[in-house]
């Protein structure tokens, strides 16, 4: 059988070039006319070119991925005699609709919405020229692609699967990947980690160490930034402490204080208490702010202060006083650390200057607080500037940009900023 060229065949009057998907025909394999010898894709559609005759695979001169223009050989053939080379009318055009692949979509889309709209993704997924032009013009994400199954060879997408897709609502869009089953992965990497002593991890750290990287993933994390004057609410409580105590046998922290300030911006910008489901944000009827405090163990836990807008200054010192005490003798209740609604972390307290929290999902923000410091301001006055030394902190706010945009997020910080520096000296224990 004499040895003949294969060429990339045109497939497209504005067609110059094919990508090489998958060789369905192995060197040396035989095969019948019409059978197909490999799939090629374009920037229009996805092709299966068939044999021009009855044959064997010589050898291919191409591989996969491989971009190749018209009229390039990509294999030699040995082809019998009365065979001739492939002609543009002989290239297939790949079904635009499939039912099987639907029909996956479909019992995927329904595994998932019994559980946590958690799907499977793959790895090193080849994206032809075709479906990376319709992700493109359909605004889907390569993670969005990697979720979607494959209907082609070795579980290759092809442009039926993103058709079927796209028809079946994406269900896909904002699922999250099925957990791995230590939580998190990591890269395996060849770093020299050193020597020393080994700590196991408790069951609590592993569960935030998941819990921090779960949320890291789902949430495109921004942070923004404000500093607030406290001096006013500095001295009213270092008056009022002493006497609030005597009255409500009650220790007045900063903490039922700035509570009181986040749960009064919130009723102002109720979206910044929300969370996301599917495409759609749920904005919270209840404020209940999360409150992350240190155990012993130096682990985290948030217990939560239930509609927190509700209820008044005694009330508030009382609730946080009592979480924060059963936190740390290890008692609290499965309802004390549930519901939260927003959460604020006071890094602060271990004298951090500020900090940039991780969303407690399926939160929309975290509010971090800082140590409050004294420092030199310049303050104007009307009689003209003045250096005084001020009660200052920095507030960060960590956000979920998929929801929370720059602006309802910079307002609302700054409406916590300023409920804190507008604090009435003259209020009433």
């Not at 003949?4 to 025909?25: A, C, D, Q, R, Y």
């Not at 993103?162 to 060849?190: I, N």
């Not at 759609?280 to 012993?296: C, H, Q, R």
């Amino acid at each position: 059988m004499p040895e003949t060229e294969f060429n990339m065949p045109k497939m497209g009057e504005s067609i110059t070039e094919g990508t090489i998907i998958n060789w369905l025909v192995e060197e040396g394999a035989s095969f019948e006319t019409g059978d197909i010898l490999v799939e090629v894709a374009t920037d229009k559609v996805d092709n299966e070119v068939p044999a021009p005759g009855d044959g064997v695979m010589t050898k291919h001169l191409k591989g996969p991925k491989e971009v190749v223009p018209v009229g390039e050989p990509i294999a030699i053939l040995e082809l019998k005699e009365g065979s001739t080379p492939v002609k543009k009318s002989s290239v297939k055009k790949q079904q635009s609709s499939s039912e099987a692949t639907k029909k996956t979509i479909q019992k995927q889309k329904s595994t998932a919405a019994k559980g946590s709209a958690v799907v499977h993704t793959r790895e090193n997924v080849f994206i032809s020229p075709l479906v990376d032009s319709m992700a493109r013009k359909h605004h889907i994400s390569y993670e969005e692609l990697a979720r979607i199954p494959g209907s082609g060879k070795d579980g290759r997408l092809k442009k039926s699967d993103v058709t079927a897709y796209l028809e079946d609502g994406r269900p896909y869009q904002f699922a999250q990947p099925v957990p791995q089953a230590s939580g998190f992965q990591v890269p395996e990497l060849k770093f020299d980690k050193g020597t020393g002593k080994r700590i196991p991890m408790d069951r609590m750290r592993q569960m935030i160490a998941d819990h921090m990287v779960f949320s890291k993933h789902t949430s495109p994390h921004v942070t923004a930034y404000v500093e607030a004057d406290l001096t006013e609410m500095v001295n009213w409580r270092n008056n009022n402490k002493k006497p609030f105590q005597e009255k409500y046998g009650e220790k007045l922290t900063f903490t039922p204080l700035f509570v009181e300030c986040v749960a009064k911006a919130i009723e102002e910008f109720p979206q910044i208490n929300s969370s996301l489901d599917g495409s759609e944000i749920i904005v919270k009827d209840s404020i209940n702010i999360g409150m992350a405090t240190a155990l012993p163990s130096g682990n985290l836990i948030v217990p939560v202060v239930k509609d927190a807008n509700k209820k008044d200054l005694k009330s508030l010192a009382a609730v946080t006083n009592d979480l924060a005490v059963r936190a740390r003798n290890n008692e609290l209740k499965g309802d004390d650390t549930k519901g939260s609604t927003f959460t604020i972390s006071n890094v602060g307290t271990f004298g951090s200057l500020m900090g940039t929290p991780i969303i407690n999902q399926p939160e929309a923000a975290i509010l971090a607080t800082g140590v409050i410091k004294k420092r030199a301001e310049v303050m104007e006055r009307e009689d003209g500037d003045s250096i005084e030394i001020r009660h200052m902190m920095y507030l960060s706010l960590s956000f979920d940009h998929r929801i929370v945009d720059g602006f309802l997020a910079g307002s609302f910080l700054r409406k916590v900023a300023d409920y804190m520096e507008q604090f009435d000296t003259n209020r009433s224990i």
